[in-house]
């Protein structure tokens, strides 16, 4: 099983820089994924780490510290639209399957 | 090319009831999985399908199942209605099983009464 923590709202100004943290316990861990979803959409697909690094992506970046069981989600140069919920995702290899658990979403409110 | 869909978008149901959500992949994905969202829950994995198989399964009681066709369209099930499942159920697709990126549908709005 997995426990996956992340903040549930966070605030920022326009043009800011904003860091979402999340924090997981698995024993097969093979990847984390990180999610955008507006409100009453679907949610997309942002990033995807496997290895300890920084991924960066335009204006998201994400870091992965498998030691640690710790992911953050860079938002730089923060915009209007990216008032979200940002979903962590871990996924565990079980037995041949994958597993996801995703966390239960970080509301971001970017205001002006 | 089209993206994951899901039928109907909203449904109202009674405790006691059964239901069946209805998914069609993107053109070419093979694997499909289905999702409950909730606020209090957040995003819970249900089951996967491939290839007309159920790969993994979430920690959901018997009422809930579903099955894949040989064109990768997916049903999922929910019979004996309870308050507690009043949830957006998700679809979302990829090529093979565990793949990443999932593509997402829109959901399915079920309200039991």
């Known amino acids: 099983g997995q426990n996956i923590d992340q903040p549930t709202e966070m605030t920022a100004t326009e043009g800011a820089i904003v860091q979402i943290n999340c924090t997981y316990q698995t024993s097969g861990f093979n990847g984390l994924f990180w999610y955008q979803q507006h409100a009453g959409e679907a949610p997309t697909f942002l990033s995807y780490?496997?290895?300890?690094g920084l991924e960066e992506k335009g204006r998201f970046s994400s870091f992965l510290s498998r030691s640690k069981g710790y992911s953050y989600l860079l938002l730089k140069e923060l915009q209007m639209k990216d008032s979200a919920s940002y979903l962590c995702a871990v996924r565990e290899a079980s037995g041949g399957s994958y597993i996801p658990t995703f966390g239960r979403g970080t509301s971001l409110i970017v205001h002006p | 090319k089209a993206g994951v869909t899901q039928t109907p978008r909203y449904l109202i149901k009674t405790r006691g009831q059964q239901v069946t959500l209805s998914c069609s992949p993107i053109?070419?994905?093979?694997?499909v999985s289905w999702y409950q969202q909730t606020p209090g829950q957040g995003l819970q994995f249900l089951f996967e399908?491939?290839?007309?198989?159920?790969?993994n399964k979430g920690n959901f009681p018997g009422r809930f199942s579903g099955r894949q066709f040989s064109n990768s369209r997916s049903e999922m099930n929910v019979s004996t209605l309870e308050l507690g499942d009043s949830a957006l159920y998700l679809c979302?697709?990829?090529?093979?099983?565990?793949?990443?990126?999932?593509?997402f549908g829109d959901g399915t709005r079920l309200s039991i009464l």
């Open positions: 979302a697709s990829s090529q093979a099983p565990g793949d990443q990126p999932q593509h």
């Open positions: 780490n496997v290895l300890d």
């Open positions: 399908y491939f290839s007309e198989t159920q790969r």
């Open positions: 053109s070419g994905h093979r694997s």
